[in-house]
């Protein structure tokens, strides 16, 4: 699978696919110039419980009257 079909499947960029390489948390290889990522690799992170990131403070809160 390559990372524009592992983008898709995950509903990400291939930016984060690549970064996600990267961390091991997905297993690929490179053969030549484009990663081959394992279908079952895609799978099992697809199926993962992840947490949410910090959250954003809001810059523009209304008047506390």
Do not use: C, F, H, Q
């Not at 110039?33 to 959250?55: H, L, T």
């Amino acid at each position: 699978m390559t990372t524009t079909e592992a983008a898709a499947a995950l509903g990400v960029s291939r930016r984060r696919v690549n970064e996600l390489i990267k961390l091991g948390t997905l297993k690929a290889t490179k053969p030549g110039r484009d990663w081959e990522i394992e279908a079952a690799s895609v799978e099992a992170y697809k199926n993962s419980p992840r947490k949410a990131g910090p959250k954003r403070k809001n810059e523009k809160s209304p008047p506390v009257a």
